[in-house]
Structure formats: C-alpha cells, structure tokens
Nanobody
Framework: QVQLVESGGGLVQPGGSLRLSCAAS????????MSWYRQAPGKERELVAR???????DYADSVKGRFTISRDNAKNTVYLQMNSLKPEDTAVYYC????????WGKGTLVTVSS
C-alpha cells in the first residue's frame, strides 16, 4: 500500500527556514519522480519542486534559489528545505508520487507570519 506522510510544517517568521519531510512506504522513492505542491487559501494547488528518479530537480520560479528538494534513499524520504520564507509561501504543502497514477499525502501547513 502506497502511503506518503508529510511533516515539518509550522509557524515561522518571514526570512526564516523550515524543512519539510515526506516519508514514503509501499514503494521506493529513488525509483520514482517525487514532487512537492502547495495550496494557499483560495488558490489552486501549484507545483513547487520535483525530483526525478535520476536526481534531476526542477522548481517553480517563485521558489528558485530559496527552496531545495532532496531525498534520502536510506530513509525512503523526500525533503523540501525552505529558506528565506515569505508570507506568500503560506500554504498547505503536499507530497506527491507518480506510480502509474498520482499518490498524495495529506499535507502539512506552513504559515509565514510575524
């Protein structure tokens, strides 16, 4: 059974950092494309970052230079390191895996506010 569990969200001040984790079970993260999405209140879900099976990465323009996606194959976990956070980064962040179909976690809330 494929399962994704996000963690690491919380309240942070502008300019701060957070690291989100996505623990996977039922499959091996290094074999699949893994992505982070986010959905802010009243907005559509948007792609934030993704990492291919080969390790290539891609980012939304709004987070380039501030966010880094990575994975730990031994822990079967994908991370999103978020630096220089801005209020507009406030959203629920979701992890997604594609394995013939999309599998989603339940999300973790990130709030950037002073």
């Amino acid at each position: 059974q494929v399962q994704l569990v996000e963690s690491g969200g919380g309240l942070v001040q502008p300019g701060g950092s957070l690291r989100l984790s996505c623990a996977a079970s039922g499959f091996t993260v290094r074999l699949l494309a893994m992505s982070w999405y986010r959905q802010a209140p009243g907005k559509e879900r948007e792609l934030v970052a993704r990492i291919s099976a080969g390790g290539g990465t891609d980012y939304a323009d709004s987070v380039k230079g501030r966010f880094t996606i990575s994975r730990d194959n031994a822990k079967n976990t994908v991370y999103l390191q978020m630096n220089s956070l801005k209020p507009e980064d406030t959203a629920v962040y979701y992890c997604k895996a594609y394995r013939g179909t999309d599998y989603w976690g339940k999300g973790t809330l990130v709030t950037v506010s002073s």
